[in-house]
């Protein structure tokens, strides 16, 4: 399948917010179950240590996500750096939107801005 710089620039301009925006969703749930997994074991009857494998698990899992947020920064500079080497964005260096916008009548492909 072949596709034009423009159109595969615009493709990952909105792709890639959205692979940012699961891996928050994806920690902020598990956040949200560690507290839910903290409050069970406060239930009268159970005993104190209840689930803390479960727990310790889940903390790695929360760091795993965060290793993978750390990741995901370096795909969007390299993304960003790609982008500028082909001339598919224009935008002022280190400076990353929170939208893009195609510009097909100017030639350039897109232009992002803060």
């Known amino acids: 399948m072949s596709m034009t710089i423009s159109a595969a620039t615009a493709r990952i301009s909105r792709q890639l917010p959205e692979a940012e925006v699961s891996l928050d969703s994806a920690l902020l749930a ?3 179950l560690m507290e839910s997994m903290l409050l069970a074991r406060q239930v009268e009857g159970v005993a104190n240590f209840t689930g ?3 727990l310790l698990r889940l903390a790695k899992s929360q760091r795993s996500l965060l290793e993978c947020q750390n990741d995901m920064i370096r795909v969007h500079r390299a993304l960003l750096d790609a982008g500028r080497d082909v001339k598919a964005i224009i935008d002022e260096p280190e400076a990353c939107p929170a939208s893009a916008v195609l510009v097909e009548d100017m030639g350039a492909g897109v232009v992002l801005s803060a």
Do not use: E, G, K, M
């Open 30 to 32: 598990s956040a949200r």
């Open 52 to 54: 803390q494998s479960a």
